[in-house]
């Protein structure tokens, strides 16, 4: 620029403009991921879980046995409100129900049910069975003992008694629910509700934000949840909690109150844990890895 301020200018006495090159900015993908980049996320984290040590493993499983916990409650309070029709009532319920799962993807814990996609790591051989075992068996009591240690919270805060009592009467017959029907019965219902429980969690994986995790999850916890499926976890809570408002007399004419005890709960327990399994590591986890899993492609002859 000269000395008079004038700006530069080329023979053609044309201005000159000097301008700096511009700054790429990152470009955001919102879409979420496909199945086979879910797939990948969720093998990765199926690794991840067994680095956990025992003790971090337990924690988080109990984060996760009470989280799930206080979703069932919801369920208690919202279905003990006796001018609600069944049909409404159960899809309210199994609303409700979903801020378990919500507090799980979100917060970050170690569910048992979820945990069951573990599975595509065994078929990827990214993990041993040794592996696996450990890390099931660590999160599956932790669980218990974190749904446990809330039953035993609310028991002491009265909770059962809101609604003049309704919600302690449909806690034990819910529970009741749980245990009356045959074992048989009891597995394919838990079988079912892993389907979807899994789906859930891919679903929360491929997601990119809070917003889409929750949004995401919603109908199929919902939707297990209204369809009366068995969730072990879920069980955690309310038989226990069925048990212990039938102690302090809540739920006397429930249909079979009688059932509800601490046999009747490890009888439901039994069924629901290995549907659990099949539903969520053989129909979700193996058959995503089936169809999405990258393999090697085969080495030509040719030289």
């Known amino acids: 620029m000269p000395h008079n301020g ?7 006495n044309t201005p000159t403009i000097k301008t700096t090159p511009s700054i790429l ?9 496909t199945p086979a980049e879910t797939e990948e996320t969720v ?8 680095q956990l040590s025992g003790g971090k493993a337990f924690v988080s499983a109990m984060f996760a046995g009470a989280f799930i916990g206080f979703g069932a409650l919801f369920f208690l309070i919202v279905t003990s409100d ?31 049910t979820g945990n069951s996609l573990m599975a595509s790591d065994i078929a990827a051989r990214k993990i041993s069975w040794g592996a ?47 245990i009356t ?20 969690v891919r679903i929360g994986f491929s997601a990119r934000s809070v917003g889409d995790k929750v949004l995401g999850i919603l109908l199929p916890i919902a939707g297990f949840v209204a369809m ?30 009688e059932a509800v005890t601490v046999q009747g709960i490890l009888y439901n327990l039994s069924a629901a844990t290995l549907g659990n399994i099949v539903g969520g590591a053989i129909f979700v ?10 393999r090697e492609p085969a080495k030509s002859d040719a030289k």
């Open 43 to 50: 093998e990765k984290a199926g690794i991840g879980k067994t």
């Open 181 to 200: 029907p045959d074992w048989i019965t009891l597995f394919f219902r838990g079988i079912l509700c892993n389907i979807l429980v899994c789906l859930a």
């Open 25 to 33: 900015t990152p470009q955001v993908n919102i879409n979420a991921l």
């Open 132 to 178: 696996l075992a450990k890390n099931w068996v660590i999160v599956w009591f932790g669980n218990l003992a974190g749904a446990l240690l809330l039953v035993t919270l609310i028991a002491f805060a009265g909770t059962m008694g809101l609604n003049d009592g309704a919600v302690g009467d449909t806690a034990v017959a819910t529970a009741a629910s749980k």
């Open 82 to 112: 006796p001018a609600m029709t069944w049909g409404p009532k159960r899809f309210v319920g199994g609303l409700a129900f979903c801020m378990g799962l919500v507090l799980v993807l979100c917060c970050g814990a170690e569910l048992f």
């Open 285 to 294: 986890a193996l058959a995503y890895w089936f169809v999405n899993a990258r």
């Open 228 to 257: 009366g499926f068995e969730h072990c976890v879920a069980n955690m809570f309310f038989l226990p909690v069925g048990l212990v408002s039938k102690t302090l007399g809540f739920g006397a004419q429930a249909a079979g109150a």
């Open 6 to 12: 004038t700006p530069a200018t080329d023979a053609g």
